[in-house]
C-alpha cells in the first residue's frame, strides 16, 4: 500500500438488513487511517450516546478506505464530511447491527509497477477468486500486533471473564476471545 486508496474495502451488508424505519439508525461510515473503534467514538460522540451504544457488523482496517455501517438506537442525527471520515444515514434497522448483518466485504486493491508476465499471472488468477473466492485470512486483525489479543484472552479465560468484560468494550471483548478460538 502506497496510498490509503490503494486498498479498499466495502462492507455487505446481508438483503433486507436496511429499512425504511426502525428503532436503530444506520450510518454509512467512511473511513482512512481511523480504526472501526474510533469512528464508532467520533459518531457516538456527535449523536450524544456512548461509545458502546453503536453497533457494528464487523471491525475494518485501518490502513485503507473502508466503508461500513453502524447503527444508533435515538441519539441526536449525524452527517459528517472530513477528509479522514464520512457518516451518512443509509437507513433503519429493527436491531443493532452484529455480525448477523454482514454478508461479507468487497475489496478492491490498487497494484503497481508489473511486468506484462506478472499482469497475466494476477488476471488468470483473478477468474479462479471470481469463481471460488478467497479464504478468509486472519494474521494481525485477529491476533494483533504481536499477539496481543491472543494474550489478553488468555487472560480474559485464565481470570474473571466479567472483570475483563466491564473495562473494555464489548467488540473487543468478543475479538479478543475470538483471537483464542482461531488458534
Do not use: W
Request: charge should be positive; proline fraction near 3%.
Amino acid at each position: 500500500k502506497q496510498k490509503a486508496q490503494d486498498f479498499r474495502v466495502r462492507e455487505l451488508l446481508a438483503p433486507g438488513c436496511l429499512k425504511d424505519r426502525g428503532r436503530h439508525q444506520v450510518y454509512r461510515v467512511t473511513k482512512k487511517k481511523l480504526t472501526s473503534m474510533e469512528a464508532a467514538a467520533r459518531l457516538a460522540d456527535m449523536a450524544g450516546v456512548r461509545p458502546s451504544d453503536v453497533g457494528m457488523a464487523g471491525l475494518k482496517d485501518r490502513q485503507g478506505v473502508t466503508v461500513q455501517f453502524m447503527s444508533i438506537a435515538g441519539g441526536r442525527p449525524v452527517f459528517l464530511k472530513t477528509p479522514e471520515l464520512r457518516i451518512e444515514s443509509a437507513g433503519f434497522a429493527s436491531t443493532a447491527l452484529t455480525s448477523e448483518a454482514s454478508l461479507g466485504n468487497g475489496f478492491e486493491i490498487t497494484v503497481r509497477g508489473l511486468e506484462d508476465h506478472e499482469r497475466e499471472q494476477i488476471e488468470r488468477g483473478l477468474a479462479e477468486v471470481r469463481e471460488h473466492g478467497l479464504p478468509n485470512y486472519f494474521g494481525e486483525q485477529r491476533f494483533g500486533k504481536r499477539g496481543a489479543n491472543l494474550q489478553k484472552g488468555l487472560d480474559v479465560l485464565r481470570g474473571n471473564a466479567r472483570q475483563f468484560a466491564a473495562r473494555m468494550p464489548r467488540r473487543v471483548f468478543g475479538l479478543v476471545l475470538s483471537a483464542v478460538q482461531s488458534e
